[in-house]
Protein backbone atom coordinates (compact mmCIF):
# COMPACT_ATOMS: atom_id res chain seq x y z
CA UNK A 1 0.00 0.00 0.00
CA UNK A 2 1.01 3.72 -1.16
CA UNK A 3 2.76 5.20 2.14
CA UNK A 4 0.55 9.02 1.35
CA UNK A 5 -2.76 8.65 -0.60
CA UNK A 6 -4.70 11.12 -2.06
CA UNK A 7 -8.10 11.36 -3.11
CA UNK A 8 -9.62 11.96 -5.36
CA UNK A 9 -7.20 11.61 -8.14
CA UNK A 10 -8.98 13.31 -10.83
CA UNK A 11 -11.56 15.67 -10.15
CA UNK A 12 -13.62 17.90 -12.80
CA UNK A 13 -15.99 20.60 -11.15
CA UNK A 14 -17.55 24.29 -12.18
CA UNK A 15 -16.96 27.79 -11.09
CA UNK A 16 -17.93 28.51 -7.71
CA UNK A 17 -18.14 25.23 -6.47
CA UNK A 18 -16.13 24.35 -3.20
CA UNK A 19 -13.77 21.07 -3.67
CA UNK A 20 -11.98 19.15 -0.74
CA UNK A 21 -8.81 17.30 -1.24
CA UNK A 22 -8.12 14.82 0.96
CA UNK A 23 -4.10 12.98 2.04
CA UNK A 24 -3.41 10.70 3.94
CA UNK A 25 -0.22 9.10 5.39
CA UNK A 26 0.67 5.83 6.91
CA UNK A 27 4.79 6.75 7.52
CA UNK A 28 3.76 8.51 11.04
CA UNK A 29 4.91 11.98 9.73
CA UNK A 30 4.59 15.12 11.56
CA UNK A 31 4.41 17.60 8.69
CA UNK A 32 2.78 17.68 5.54
CA UNK A 33 2.60 19.63 2.52
CA UNK A 34 0.06 20.72 0.18
CA UNK A 35 1.72 21.94 -3.25
CA UNK A 36 0.15 22.73 -6.75
CA UNK A 37 2.38 22.25 -9.99
CA UNK A 38 1.79 24.04 -13.08
CA UNK A 39 3.30 23.59 -16.29
CA UNK A 40 6.73 25.57 -16.49
CA UNK A 41 6.56 26.79 -12.89
CA UNK A 42 7.72 23.57 -10.64
CA UNK A 43 5.67 22.91 -7.78
CA UNK A 44 4.75 25.95 -5.53
CA UNK A 45 3.86 25.90 -1.63
CA UNK A 46 0.19 26.37 -0.74
CA UNK A 47 -0.37 25.36 3.20
CA UNK A 48 1.74 23.59 5.71
CA UNK A 49 1.55 22.20 8.96
CA UNK A 50 4.32 20.91 11.50
CA UNK A 51 2.09 19.17 13.81
CA UNK A 52 -1.93 18.79 14.21
CA UNK A 53 -2.18 22.32 16.14
CA UNK A 54 0.14 24.12 13.30
CA UNK A 55 -1.07 26.04 10.15
CA UNK A 56 1.20 28.12 8.05
CA UNK A 57 0.72 29.54 4.91
CA UNK A 58 3.15 29.42 1.79
CA UNK A 59 3.85 30.82 -0.92
CA UNK A 60 0.09 31.05 -2.47
CA UNK A 61 -2.63 30.17 0.06
CA UNK A 62 -5.12 33.42 -1.39
CA UNK A 63 -8.27 30.94 -2.30
CA UNK A 64 -7.29 27.85 -0.44
CA UNK A 65 -7.56 26.89 3.15
CA UNK A 66 -6.46 23.43 4.78
CA UNK A 67 -7.36 21.30 8.06
CA UNK A 68 -5.49 18.88 10.32
CA UNK A 69 -7.90 16.36 11.54
CA UNK A 70 -5.06 13.94 12.84
CA UNK A 71 -1.27 13.02 12.56
CA UNK A 72 -2.61 11.15 9.40
CA UNK A 73 -4.46 13.54 7.78
CA UNK A 74 -4.05 17.11 5.79
CA UNK A 75 -7.02 18.45 3.66
CA UNK A 76 -7.12 21.21 0.99
CA UNK A 77 -9.89 23.09 0.73
CA UNK A 78 -11.24 25.07 -2.90
CA UNK A 79 -13.63 27.47 -1.13
CA UNK A 80 -14.96 28.57 -4.49
CA UNK A 81 -13.09 27.51 -7.16
CA UNK A 82 -12.25 29.29 -10.28
CA UNK A 83 -10.75 28.38 -13.54
CA UNK A 84 -6.97 29.51 -12.26
CA UNK A 85 -7.08 26.39 -10.15
CA UNK A 86 -6.45 24.24 -12.72
CA UNK A 87 -3.60 22.47 -11.76
CA UNK A 88 -2.20 18.90 -10.57
CA UNK A 89 -1.88 18.96 -6.68
CA UNK A 90 0.48 17.34 -4.51
CA UNK A 91 0.61 16.07 -0.99
CA UNK A 92 3.51 15.32 1.08
CA UNK A 93 5.31 14.56 3.96
CA UNK A 94 8.29 14.72 6.06
CA UNK A 95 9.92 14.04 9.48
CA UNK A 96 12.86 16.69 9.12
CA UNK A 97 14.96 13.65 11.33
CA UNK A 98 16.56 12.76 8.36
CA UNK A 99 20.53 13.74 8.84
CA UNK A 100 20.41 15.35 5.27
CA UNK A 101 17.74 17.56 6.01
CA UNK A 102 13.71 17.63 5.31
CA UNK A 103 13.15 15.00 2.49
CA UNK A 104 9.71 15.08 1.23
CA UNK A 105 7.46 12.03 0.32
CA UNK A 106 4.37 12.97 -2.41
CA UNK A 107 1.51 11.50 -2.27
CA UNK A 108 0.60 10.60 -6.61
CA UNK A 109 -1.16 14.25 -7.18
CA UNK A 110 -5.03 14.93 -7.51
CA UNK A 111 -5.41 16.86 -11.20
CA UNK A 112 -8.08 19.46 -10.47
CA UNK A 113 -10.09 20.80 -13.50
CA UNK A 114 -12.13 23.82 -13.03
CA UNK A 115 -14.79 24.93 -15.39
CA UNK B 1 14.06 36.28 -9.93
CA UNK B 2 13.28 32.89 -8.69
CA UNK B 3 14.76 31.91 -5.97
CA UNK B 4 15.60 28.41 -7.47
CA UNK B 5 16.60 28.58 -11.07
CA UNK B 6 17.50 25.84 -13.65
CA UNK B 7 18.35 24.98 -16.80
CA UNK B 8 15.85 25.88 -19.49
CA UNK B 9 15.31 22.48 -21.27
CA UNK B 10 14.95 20.40 -22.77
CA UNK B 11 17.60 18.14 -23.05
CA UNK B 12 17.64 15.21 -26.05
CA UNK B 13 20.63 13.17 -25.60
CA UNK B 14 21.38 9.88 -27.04
CA UNK B 15 21.63 6.75 -24.76
CA UNK B 16 25.33 6.61 -23.43
CA UNK B 17 25.85 10.21 -23.48
CA UNK B 18 27.00 12.28 -19.96
CA UNK B 19 24.68 14.66 -19.49
CA UNK B 20 25.19 17.90 -17.00
CA UNK B 21 22.19 19.92 -15.11
CA UNK B 22 22.71 23.30 -13.45
CA UNK B 23 20.84 25.18 -11.07
CA UNK B 24 21.66 28.47 -9.11
CA UNK B 25 20.01 29.69 -5.68
CA UNK B 26 19.66 32.93 -4.57
CA UNK B 27 19.21 33.27 -0.87
CA UNK B 28 22.54 32.35 0.65
CA UNK B 29 21.18 30.92 4.07
CA UNK B 30 19.39 28.09 2.67
CA UNK B 31 20.60 24.82 4.17
CA UNK B 32 20.16 21.78 2.73
CA UNK B 33 20.07 20.75 -1.08
CA UNK B 34 18.37 18.14 -2.99
CA UNK B 35 17.66 16.44 -6.50
CA UNK B 36 14.22 14.88 -7.57
CA UNK B 37 13.09 13.12 -10.36
CA UNK B 38 9.64 13.89 -11.84
CA UNK B 39 8.23 11.08 -14.17
CA UNK B 40 5.62 12.04 -16.30
CA UNK B 41 2.24 12.69 -14.42
CA UNK B 42 3.77 11.34 -11.46
CA UNK B 43 4.96 12.73 -7.78
CA UNK B 44 8.25 13.85 -7.54
CA UNK B 45 10.58 11.33 -5.76
CA UNK B 46 14.24 12.47 -4.34
CA UNK B 47 16.48 11.03 -6.36
CA UNK B 48 19.74 12.36 -4.33
CA UNK B 49 20.42 14.92 -1.24
CA UNK B 50 23.49 17.22 -2.27
CA UNK B 51 26.57 17.51 -0.19
CA UNK B 52 29.02 20.45 -0.18
CA UNK B 53 31.63 17.62 -0.01
CA UNK B 54 30.54 16.25 -3.67
CA UNK B 55 28.51 12.54 -3.48
CA UNK B 56 27.86 9.65 -6.22
CA UNK B 57 25.11 7.31 -6.53
CA UNK B 58 26.50 5.07 -9.21
CA UNK B 59 26.07 6.84 -13.01
CA UNK B 60 24.55 10.15 -10.67
CA UNK B 61 26.81 12.89 -9.12
CA UNK B 62 26.05 15.68 -7.83
CA UNK B 63 27.93 18.99 -6.47
CA UNK B 64 27.31 22.53 -4.33
CA UNK B 65 29.20 25.14 -4.68
CA UNK B 66 28.08 27.37 -0.88
CA UNK B 67 30.11 29.87 -2.70
CA UNK B 68 28.86 30.59 -6.04
CA UNK B 69 25.09 29.39 -4.66
CA UNK B 70 25.27 26.79 -7.21
CA UNK B 71 24.07 23.09 -7.61
CA UNK B 72 24.67 20.42 -10.45
CA UNK B 73 23.86 16.82 -11.61
CA UNK B 74 25.44 14.77 -13.42
CA UNK B 75 24.42 12.00 -14.81
CA UNK B 76 26.87 9.44 -16.99
CA UNK B 77 26.31 6.40 -19.58
CA UNK B 78 22.39 7.68 -19.85
CA UNK B 79 19.86 4.67 -20.13
CA UNK B 80 16.06 5.26 -21.61
CA UNK B 81 14.98 4.68 -18.27
CA UNK B 82 16.86 7.98 -17.09
CA UNK B 83 14.06 10.03 -19.04
CA UNK B 84 12.30 12.23 -16.87
CA UNK B 85 12.13 15.92 -15.76
CA UNK B 86 14.66 16.70 -13.14
CA UNK B 87 14.23 19.05 -10.12
CA UNK B 88 16.74 21.36 -8.00
CA UNK B 89 15.41 21.82 -4.74
CA UNK B 90 16.39 23.73 -1.74
CA UNK B 91 15.39 24.13 1.97
CA UNK B 92 15.20 26.83 3.24
CA UNK B 93 14.80 28.02 6.98
CA UNK B 94 11.86 26.37 8.27
CA UNK B 95 11.91 23.67 6.78
CA UNK B 96 10.55 24.51 4.00
CA UNK B 97 11.46 23.18 0.06
CA UNK B 98 11.31 25.84 -2.66
CA UNK B 99 11.43 23.97 -6.22
CA UNK B 100 13.14 24.73 -9.53
CA UNK B 101 11.02 24.71 -12.69
CA UNK B 102 12.46 21.22 -13.62
CA UNK B 103 14.59 19.93 -16.57
CA UNK B 104 13.29 17.92 -19.03
CA UNK B 105 15.59 15.17 -19.81
CA UNK B 106 14.73 12.52 -22.92
CA UNK B 107 17.52 9.88 -23.63
CA UNK B 108 17.47 8.27 -27.04
CA UNK B 109 18.32 4.66 -28.39
Redesign the interface.
Known amino acids: DADVTQTPRNRITKTGKRIMLECSQTKGHD?MYW?RQDP??????IY?S?DVKDINK?EISDGYSVSRQAQAKFSLSLESAIPNQTA?Y?CAT?D?R?R??????????TRLTVL | RKEVEQDPGPFNVPEGATVAFNCTYSNSASQSFFWYRQDCRKEPKLLMSVYSSGNEDGRFTAQLNRASQYISLLIRDSKLSDSATYLCVVENQGGKLIFGQGTELSVKP
Open positions: RYGLGLRLYFGLFSNDAGDTQYFGPG
